[in-house]
């Protein structure tokens, strides 16, 4: 069911809300969190699609806010847009959407405020673009956990350096979420023979993803060896932005090679390569595996302030 409201108001979508709990027996005993999802009006579909789909994992209310990029034009009258969205409109999930125009986009945190799960964890995810420094915007202040999304930025490279330099507990990215599948590979990689101590490491992609620099980061704080990063050119990178992963030892290489976006190739001296699953995993298992951990990640702040440190 959806219900639309124009030029309201945040008290008469709060007053909404309840008259649709109490006729429908829709409730929010069950959930868990509330995420704020601060968007682009017109972009706000993909989100929302990801969190309904992620709230079947984690029951949740779901605010989305969207503003036109040029929000404090003062040409545009400032109003207030909104969809109530319950049953199977919303997945697991209530999902109010809030679509700011005019002066009323500059005061996101006032719109929001009411509408939050009493003594419930709020965490904010920016799908598109992302603010300066997210622990210091309206709705970071407000999170225990921030998501942003450096690889849909005009400079991702940028982002994540931005991003190094203002990590607060609580900040994660997704460009560092889509390395899990890797991760977990390369550890296991190591855990087989030849135990052997790997002497430098070579990462090759596509240097202007994120998830590259973000690798070649956590491989060098892991294994403390050198580790150069190489552009790959051409090749089936898939949304990480990584070709392969190269383990330099004594008695040979070892490699984990993307051969196709959902297929990878182990290789390992002595050993006949096998092929192993390296899917691009879609956005809503990339945000539902940030909605299960609202501890800050250590990992992530060490690899970005090994970035951080690196030479320009």
């Known amino acids: 069911m959806i219900i639309r409201l124009s030029r309201t108001t945040t008290a008469e979508v709060q007053r909404r809300m309840l008259e649709i709990r109490e006729e429908g027996g829709v409730v929010a005993l069950g959930r868990v969190l509330t995420l704020v999802v601060h968007t682009q009006i017109g972009h706000e579909e993909e989100a929302i699609r990801a969190a309904n789909q992620a709230s079947r994992e984690h029951p949740m209310r779901v605010l989305v806010v969207s503003r036109n990029p040029d929000h404090i034009n003062a040409r545009e009258e400032a109003r207030l847009d909104a969809e109530l969205r319950v049953g199977a409109d919303a997945g697991a999930s209530e999902v109010v959407l809030l679509q700011c125009y005019g002066e009323l986009g500059s005061h996101l945190l006032g719109i929001v405020q009411g509408l939050l799960l009493p003594d419930a964890p709020v965490v904010a995810w920016w799908p598109t673009f992302m603010p300066e420094t997210p622990s210091a915007s309206q709705l970071g202040q407000i999170s225990q956990r921030r998501i942003t999304d450096s690889g849909k930025q005009a400079d991702p490279h940028a982002a994540i350096l931005t991003l190094a330099g203002c990590y607060t ?144």
């Open 169 to 312: 507990p609580g900040d994660t990215d997704l460009a560092w979420t889509r390395l899990t599948n890797w991760r977990a590979h390369l550890a296991a990689l190591l855990d087989q023979p030849p135990y052997e101590p790997v002497s430098s490491v070579a990462v090759s992609g596509d240097l202007a993803n994120p998830s590259v620099h973000l690798m070649a980061a956590w491989l060098r704080l892991r294994l403390q060896v050198p580790v150069e990063k190489l552009e790959a050119g051409d090749t089936p990178t898939g949304s990480s932005g990584l070709h392969a992963v190269q383990l330099r030892r004594t008695s040979g290489d070892s490699s984990l090679t993307r051969v196709r976006d959902s297929v990878g190739v182990l290789e390992q001296p002595g050993q006949p390569a096998h092929h192993v699953a390296l899917s691009t995993r879609a956005l809503q298992d990339q945000l539902a595996e940030e909605l299960r951990k609202l501890d800050p990640d250590d990992m992530y702040r060490q690899v970005l302030q090994s970035i951080a440190e690196e030479p320009r």
